[in-house]
């Protein structure tokens, strides 16, 4: 057996480092997914999970914030505890909540899209406010469209009904976590030396 490496290409280093903070970041939304509180007009409760999806897109950028969302249901799908209040399998990205799930990956990769203005990722300190806004909310939009058009098909609620249950009554939360989600990406703890 041959030990010679001169014809062995090495991953680049930036390519690592992604990988490992796409890995990091999709164990945190699997972390938020425990995270639940009372919804006041829904029998579901809420979570952290669009937090999650909200700070991959942003401090990734468009892929590896899509990336790690996708590495995100790769876990779940195959057993580890990562969805909902600990839920794991393949039959959840097929489920009641299947259409919120795919779209974390889609939500994650547009928030980062719009946020850094295009692929390249940029410094979030010099993209205005308003840019994160309109990149979080259009990250809602995908969300709760995806996660109510699921609705509709897999649990055969009406348009009306499957908004009302899913999507309108989590709105005003999704605010205080875009609030969450601007105060972490413009902490000073975050900024590289």
């Known amino acids: 057996m041959s030990t010679r490496t001169d014809n062995v290409d090495l991953v680049e280093a930036d390519v690592t480092v992604n990988v490992a903070r796409a890995a990091m ?7 938020f997914a425990y995270v639940r ?98 990149a979080m909310t259009v990250g809602t939009v995908v969300i709760y469209g995806m996660g109510v058009a699921g609705l509709m098909v897999v649990v055969g609620y009406g348009v009306v009904e499957a908004f009302s249950v899913g999507a309108a009554a989590f709105l005003p939360a999704e605010l205080l976590k875009m609030a969450a989600a601007v105060g972490i990406v413009r902490s000073d703890a975050l900024a590289v030396e």
Request: proline share 7%; hydrophobic share 55%; glycine share 18%.
């Open 37 to 134: 509180f009372p919804n006041p007009v829904s029998p579901v409760e809420v979570t952290l999970q669009v937090l999650g999806v909200f700070l991959a897109g942003l401090l990734l950028g468009p892929r590896w914030g899509g990336v790690s969302l996708g590495l995100y249901l790769a876990a779940g799908a195959v057993g580890a505890p990562v969805f909902s209040g600990g839920a794991a399998g393949f039959g959840h990205l097929m489920g009641s909540t299947a259409g919120y799930l795919w779209s974390y990956p889609v939500a994650a990769a547009l928030v980062g899209a719009i946020a850094h203005g295009g692929v390249r990722t940029v410094s979030l300190e010099d993209v205005p406010l308003w840019r994160l806004v309109a």
């Open 25 to 31: 970041l999709a164990a945190l939304v699997g972390a």
